[in-house]
């Protein structure tokens, strides 16, 4: 068999080599109709949570698998980086312990490449400090060591007077903290209103809001115009909700109470008198009509009371 006979056979055995692959790879996917999902439980910040995973989205998991390389990648540089910090820092440490060990070792290591002037400069430097101190009397050298020892003192007086201070500060900071709480719980109270997280933060943005634009107002003072901000914010909250969750937060029983009170107060009075004419019993009686005919929806009512 020619050359030419080989490789046409061998392009289409690979032809229909890859046609079924191709089938092999979409039959299946074709085939299958429901997605297949697998729960796994995952550690996220010291917490247990489970995610559901569709093992046919591709995409999910390519993108899953390439940020962990890139989150291995990025832990891998950071620990070749605080590792070579502490190598840096341990050559530091043991020069510094070796020069104050032997100075003279490390001026005379050839590794650091001192200059033959730089050497003669600093031995020149040691002597004639040595000099200065073998001519210095007694007392000059008391007062000098004296003087030293009041600027270390003088310095450890002001880090304890700076110490003292950011404590006495958090004290006070806290003190007042704790004084507006009782201060904003105690208006609250005294104005008859319900004791929540939320009336506190807004009484708070109040107070700061007056406090701000130079206004002297107390907190006791400031609840009118907390039950004026709560009602309008309860009003907004009730009109954006669905019948069925208002009376969810209401309750059927107090929405039919005040219902019926506003009912009672369009009532006739007992001394009208009475119609004459006969009415034909229908098997419905007047208060079901009545009741009937004074319905409305529960988001239609509460908008009514906003007048």
Known sequence: MSEESNNVDSVEVDASASEEVEASEKGPAQEMTQEEWEEFNLKVNGKEIK????????????????????????????????????????DVEDFLEQFTEDPLSVIMNREFNFTKEQKRQLAEAILREDLEESQKTPEQLEYEETKRRYEELLKEKELLEDQRRQEEQAYLEQQAAVELENEINAAIEGGSLPRSKYLTKKLADLAYIAYSNGVDL??????????????????????????????????????????NKQIQSVKPKDSAPKSPLKTEDTGISSSRKEDEGSKIKAKDFFNSLRG
């Open 51 to 90: 995610e559901k995973v569709n093992l046919r989205d591709k995409e999910r998991i390519t993108k899953a698998l390439q940020m962990e390389k890139a989150a291995q990648q990025a832990f891998q540089e950071r620990a070749i980086t605080l590792k070579q910090l502490e190598e840096i820092q341990e």
């Open 218 to 259: 107390s907190m006791q003072e400031l609840i009118p115009f907390l039950k004026e901000q709560y009602k309008k914010d309860m009003s907004e909250m009730i009109g954006v909700l669905s019948d069925e969750e208002v009376e969810f937060l209401v309750s059927k029983d107090r929405i039919r109470s005040i219902r």
